[in-house]
């Protein structure tokens, strides 16, 4: 077993800005387009060194946790969202300096204002104050020193509570951003060591999941939904495989 240098930081902490729009993804969203996207997020970050196979062969992924503030772009009808997901960030190009990485997650998202048949009616985006949210962001970082990067990227958060409340058309925003990572803690070198030979297997794996769910109009009944699925893989290489599946479903609205 051998190390590879340079040595990284074995924690960092991120400040970002976020700056974009709401995505009108149907005709009726555009009339809660207002004014522009703003976000703040930070982020706790810690950086894989292999001391797990998948660490080695995904190239030292980070993990971390992200908590963002959005202003997303309509204080009477939308209000503030807020969101924290946690999220891995794979290496899509790795250097000594520049490095462009996709980060991606889903957690918890809050929405301050929702339809309401009273007061809010033409919020018909988004019924309910939690839902999940989701996160991806492809973004390129540049190693300024040894603790201090900086880093640009674009990003899409989503907002969706699928259809357990309605409406339920769910909230995208799309925008660019900007960021300073600071690295702290022990230094730690990135572990490089045989990887066991590959042998090609066979799984097959069964799951259930059940919810309720409403149709619209909104503010109606609950109705159960749940689903059964199988799937057969045969993994062909270390990171791939190929495979088919089936999936029950049942819906009583």
Known sequence: MQAQNPA?????????????????HRPT???LQKDHTNGLEFNIIRQTTGSKQWQQIYNYPQIGISIAYWDIGNKEKLGY??????????????????NFDLKFGWGIGYVQKI????????NIAIGSHLNCGLMLQPHYRYQASDHLALGAGLSLTHFSNGSIVTPNLGLNLATVTGNLIYGFGKKKEYIHSDLPNFKKSSRFTI?????????????GKNYFACTLSGNYTRQKTIKSGIGFGGDLFYDHS
């Open 8 to 24: 990284t930081s074995a924690f960092a902490f991120s400040a970002a800005y976020h700056r974009g729009f709401l995505i009108a």
């Open 29 to 31: 969203i555009v009339p």
């Open 81 to 98: 969202g807020i969101t924290a997901i946690p999220y891995l960030d794979f290496p899509l190009s790795k250097g000594i300096k520049h």
């Open 115 to 122: 339809f309401d048949s009273d007061d809010n009616y033409k």
């Open 207 to 219: 799951f259930g999941s059940g919810s309720i769910k409403q149709v619209y109009p909104a503010n």
